[in-house]
T-cell receptor, first 112, second 114 residues
């Protein structure tokens, strides 16, 4: 799996949009971008994934650049409960043994 | 609630002992994954099973073993425990072997070795 680069930490004011960047410059054509988050010592929670088109669900939006070398996860109206470590992962979901390999992630702090 | 159930939630045991962690995947999921999270190493992939067969292996120690049973639940066996094995152990599951429908995690089992 290709590696990703994320800021170690970020903060955002409550109610504002949180934009979390991720670089994946060595991503290959069949690799998807996945985002997970882990709220203090809880199980990692799936947020969203995409291949090349922008995606949106009830939790977040995912913006992938045209060259697919980077992406941004957007939490539109951050709340205190969004404080967590966010992981950007690239993987081929349909390979024979496609486990998720986690990096260090971005520690997002939401301030009141 | 992800639908993945892990037991026990907390476990304290002594060095040299053996423990078994249990995981019940989401209904219908055939693939089970085990991860270890310790303070200094983040989330480490250990092993994956699909429909009873081992599919992928990560940084799993020889003292650790796992299996997936016909009813699809899985157990992670940790033996000759050392202080450094103290960690949070997560189980995850997905529908397909290749996880096309993404992977969902349980809430983990806290293991403390004293």
């Amino acid at each position: 799996d290709a590696k990703t680069t994320q800021p170690t930490s970020m903060d955002c004011a409550e109610g504002r949009a949180a934009n979390l960047p991720c670089n994946h410059s060595t991503i290959s054509g069949n690799e998807y971008v996945y985002w997970y988050r882990q709220i203090h010592s809880q199980g990692p929670q799936y947020i969203i994934h995409g291949l090349k088109n922008n995606e949106t669900n009830e939790m977040a939006s995912l913006i992938i650049t045209e060259d697919r070398k980077s992406s941004t996860l957007i939490l539109p109206h951050a709340t205190l409960r969004d404080t967590a470590v966010y992981y950007c992962i690239v993987r081929v979901p349909y390979s024979s043994a496609s486990k998720i390999i986690f990096g260090s992630g971005t520690r997002l702090s939401i301030r009141p | 609630d992800s639908g993945v159930t892990q037991t026990p939630k907390h476990l304290i045991t002594a060095t040299g002992q053996r423990v078994t962690l249990r995981c019940s995947p989401r209904s219908g999921d055939l693939s089970v994954y085990w991860y270890q999270q310790s303070l200094d190493q983040g989330l480490q992939f250990l092993i994956q099973y699909y429909n009873g067969e081992e599919r992928a292996k990560g940084n799993i120690l020889e003292r650790f073993s796992a299996q997936q049973f016909p009813d699809l639940h899985s157990e992670l066996n940790l033996s000759s425990l050392e202080l450094g094995d103290s960690a949070l152990y997560f189980c995850a599951s997905s529908v397909q072997e290749s996880s096309g429908n993404t992977i969902y995690f349980g809430e983990g089992s806290w293991l403390t070795v004293v």
